[in-house]
């Protein structure tokens, strides 16, 4: 879960359909930002330099990892 201290600096978004796609492992992320593995609830940022999805670090260290999906919470912007 996300959390932040200044309302200012976040905004809602108009396109929640990036929000909801779920991505494998060795896919293309939806863009910089917090994405959260839906195996296991964990939550790991990907940055700009990311171009292909990661296995999740939680899931492969209690031997959870295969089925894992990754899910877009929060996007990192610099605007």
Do not use: H
Not at 42 to 49: A, G
Not at 60 to 72: I, L, Q, S, V
């Amino acid at each position: 879960m996300a959390f932040y201290a200044d309302q200012k600096k976040v905004k809602l978004t108009n396109k929640p359909e990036q929000y909801s796609t779920l991505r494998k492992p060795g896919e293309k992320p939806g863009g910089p930002g917090i994405y959260e593995c839906q195996t296991c609830g964990f939550e790991d940022v990907m940055n700009r330099k990311c171009d292909k999805l990661p296995p999740c670090s939680n899931c492969n260290n209690n031997g959870k990892n295969g089925n894992e999906y990754w899910k877009f919470l929060v996007k990192a912007t610099d605007k």
